[in-house]
T-cell receptor, first 114, second 110 residues
Framework: GAGVSQSPSNKVTEKGKDVELRCDPISGHTALYWYRQSLGQGLEFLIYFQGNSAPDKSGLPSDRFSAERTGGSVSTLTIQRTQQEDSAVYLC????????????FGPGTRLTVT | KNEVEQSPQNLTAQEGEFITINCSYSVGISALHWLQQHPGGGIVSLFMLSSGKKKHGRLIATINIQEKHSSLHITASHPRDSAVYICAVSGGGSNYKLTFGKGTLLTVNP
């Protein structure tokens, strides 16, 4: 079956521009996570959605970052006024529920801010 | 100090060797995950465990909850096992997000 998909796979943008990254989770998965993988920091949690509950935004590094999940399915991560330190691979993962459940990762979006 | 520590950071082995990667954590967890990432590739979940031992093919994962320690073993290693192996934990209670170790880069030479 289809796994988690993300688009675009690569994005190069100029400093100061806004970008939108998209995640399509596995059908039926109620939990969706965004993570970031950068050279200096490794993998880090950004935000989590579970069903209709309020998202856990505790990992977002600044108010330039926001995310939404429409209809409990597709999610969009938006970065406003991008900075060079935002350059990283942004990974989306989904799972059937939360907690002690395996997460399935998408291929990631590689963001380069020039 | 990171909540999840892995060792070694880098590991080079000859084909056929037995491989061990270690992970220690300092927080209460609901589960520990071992992930694999090939160069330029996506992340694949290998194991999720909260107690005891799991085996899948040549891969074995163990966890000792009391000692807050887990190991990933690869038997009869092969060059295709070359990848970054990442330990991650999901917190106790309803804490679901993963906290990651920095990964172990494994290179298996033919």
């Amino acid at each position: 079956g289809a796994g988690v998909s993300q688009s675009p796979s690569n994005k190069v943008t100029e400093k100061g521009k806004d970008v939108e990254l998209r995640c399509d989770p596995i059908s039926g998965h109620t939990a969706l996570y965004w993570y970031r993988q950068s050279l200096g920091q490794g993998l880090e949690f950004l935000i989590y959605f579970q069903g209709n509950s309020a998202p856990d935004k505790s990992g977002l590094p600044s108010d330039r970052f926001s995310a939404e999940r429409t209809g409990g399915s597709v999610s969009t991560l938006t970065i406003q006024r991008t900075q060079q330190e935002d350059s990283a691979v942004y990974l989306c993962a989904s799972s059937l529920a939360s907690g002690r459940i395996e997460q399935y990762f998408g291929p990631g979006t590689r963001l380069t801010v020039t | 100090k990171n909540e999840v520590e892995q060792s070694p950071q880098n590991l080079t082995a000859q084909e056929g060797e037995f491989i061990t990667i270690n992970c220690s954590y300092s927080v209460g967890i609901s589960a520990l995950h071992w992930l694999q990432q090939h160069p330029g590739g996506g992340i694949v979940s290998l194991f999720m465990l909260s107690s005891g031992k799991k085996k899948h093919g040549r891969l074995i994962a163990t966890i000792n909850i009391q000692e807050k320690h887990s190991s990933l073993h690869i038997t009869a290693s092969h060059p295709r096992d070359s990848a970054v192996y990442i330990c991650a934990v999901s917190g106790g209670g309803s804490n679901y997000k993963l906290t990651f170790g920095k990964g172990t880069l494994l290179t298996v030479n033919p």
